[in-house]
């Protein structure tokens, strides 16, 4: 069983990214990628396979003490630098310092101080025109703005505790799931993952969100594995779960059925039956609320009736749009099911208006990568009959990524985050079962990127007349 990370995988996986993007740039020299997301991506790709090799190394005997304090301090200090970092790049290349095509950045946090400039009154009578699954990140950032002021980075200080925190609560998860090992590589995965720091550096919902989806299932986790019943860990949960439904409501009801799936499938852990009794009802009557609930039934039941008529409309606008792509209105649940755990592809080609996108390129090629072995670890929990140990994060991750993959939002990248932590956890336990005789299937994998990942700028490139 491997402890670490393997410097083998880590040393493949830059020069894949290398090899991909200069191919990219070759083949496709009248859209190269600008120069400036060119060193983004590579930052991200060395970054985060270098450190994930050394830090897996690094911290593998610290006492579990000490390694949590520097998972979270270590994790917290790099979302404040970018941070900071990112305010100061976002007024230099836009003008304001919010991400390109800021649209929801800026209603969020424009609605969001009009609790600390003009009373509460104003501020709840701007939020009955907002969807629920809106009202959380903007009720919390309002709250920020409230006791830090009404200015863009102290409201987004939130973020980077909450990123860290979630490195902190994988830990946990993958811990009781896992050995400690698995469990630190799972941690350092989310500590580095260029995905989960992007989104402290604006004022979009996804760090929160993210946030108490893991603190969800670490609470019901807790319940099923411990032993000792502990009602701080069961109002957590209820409170998670409710948050949950007021950032993605869908997100919730895949939450309440995940957690009913795994205290049914669960056996022997619950110890005394009022306890799994106790947790079916609430789950119940979480349920139940979402049906009675007039708005979470109505944003969920959207979801779900238009759950094709979405996606076919949502891609034939892409197609028709200004400067949008004509071959969208081919992508379907059929082309992005058997992807899901892998898509979004990195955008190494230079597209107007997708910077955001451009500069994420080296982020969503690390998760290109790194989801061959939540693969390959979840093959092997099938295989070996191990995977209902592991139901609550399986049934999460498995869950939400059905749904997004019978969305419009199958391809976008932000849409993948609240998975995203559990298939970086899987991700480690594959990695740890890895021996010599898969070496050969990691070089078929890394190919299969490269290829994906050249097939995919040229679709983005030929869909809009450009080669």
């Given at each position: 069983m491997l402890t670490y990370f393997p410097n083998l995988i880590s040393r493949k996986a830059m020069a894949c990214y290398f090899v991909t993007l200069a191919l990219v740039s070759a083949l496709f020299y009248n859209r190269i990628l600008p120069f400036v997301w060119m060193l983004f991506g590579a930052a991200e790709v060395c970054l985060f396979f270098y450190f994930s090799n050394d830090l897996t190394k690094r911290w593998r005997m610290l006492p579990p003490k000490v390694f949590v304090k520097k998972l979270f301090w270590t994790g917290l200090t790099i979302r404040l630098v970018y941070m900071v970092f990112a305010y100061f790049f976002y007024d230099v290349m836009t003008g304001q310092p919010?991400?390109?095509h800021s649209a929801d950045e800026q209603v969020y946090f424009s609605v969001s101080k009009m609790w600390s400039e003009q009373g509460f009154a104003a501020f709840m009578n701007e939020m009955k025109w907002f969807d629920m699954s809106d009202s959380g990140e903007i009720y919390l950032t309002a709250l920020a703005c409230k006791l830090l002021g009404p200015y863009v980075l102290?409201?987004?200080?939130?973020?980077?505790?909450?990123?860290?925190?979630?490195?902190?609560?994988?830990?946990h998860i993958a811990r009781r799931h896992f050995v400690e090992s698995t469990a630190r590589m799972a941690a350092i995965f989310c500590l580095l993952m260029p995905n989960l720091v992007f989104y402290c550096g604006n004022h979009l919902k996804e760090a929160d969100m993210v946030f108490f989806t893991v603190l969800f299932v670490d609470c019901v986790d807790r319940l099923l594995v411990e032993?000792?019943?502990?009602?701080?860990?069961?109002v957590l949960?209820?409170?998670?779960?409710?948050?949950?439904?007021?950032?993605?409501?869908?997100?919730g009801a895949v939450g309440l059925l995940g957690a009913f799936v795994a205290i049914v499938m669960t056996r022997g852990k619950l110890g005394n039956w009022w306890k799994r009794v106790l947790m079916i009802v609430a789950v119940a009557i979480g349920l139940s609320a979402t049906s009675i609930g007039d708005r979470i039934m109505r944003e969920v039941g959207d979801v779900w009736d238009g759950r094709e008529e979405n996606q076919e409309v949502g891609m034939e606008w892409r197609a028709n749009r200004e400067g949008g792509n004509k071959y969208a209105i081919y992508a379907s649940k059929s082309v992005f099911a058997p992807m899901i755990f892998t898509i979004p592809f990195a955008s190494m080609v230079n597209t107007d208006g997708q910077e955001n996108q451009q500069m994420l390129n080296g982020g969503?090629?690390?998760?290109?990568i790194i989801s061959g072995f939540t693969i390959f670890a979840l093959v092997?929990?099938?295989?070996?009959?191990?995977?209902?140990?592991?139901?609550?994060?399986?049934?999460?991750?498995?869950?939400?990524?059905?749904?997004?993959?019978?969305?419009?939002?199958?391809?976008s990248e932000r849409f993948h985050q609240p998975a995203l932590p559990?298939?970086?956890?899987?991700?480690?336990?594959?990695?740890?079962?890895?021996?010599?005789?898969?070496?050969?299937?990691?070089?078929?994998?890394?190919?299969?990127?490269?290829?994906?990942?050249?097939?995919?700028?040229?679709?983005?490139?030929?869909?809009?007349?450009?080669v």
């Open positions: 919010f991400m390109f102290p409201a987004r200080i939130l973020h980077g505790f909450a990123s860290a925190a979630t490195c902190v609560l994988i830990y032993k000792k019943f502990d009602w701080i860990y069961f949960a209820l409170v998670a779960s409710f948050a949950m439904f007021t950032f993605r409501t869908p997100l969503n090629f690390v998760k290109n092997l929990l099938l295989l070996n009959g191990d995977w209902r140990n592991h139901t609550l994060p399986m049934a999460m991750m498995m869950g939400y990524l059905v749904v997004i993959a019978f969305s419009n939002f199958a391809h559990f298939e970086l956890m899987f991700a480690a336990y594959g990695i740890s079962q890895l021996q010599k005789k898969h070496v050969k299937w990691i070089n078929y994998w890394m190919l299969i990127i490269l290829v994906a990942n050249v097939g995919w700028a040229w679709f983005k490139l030929a869909g809009r007349g450009l």
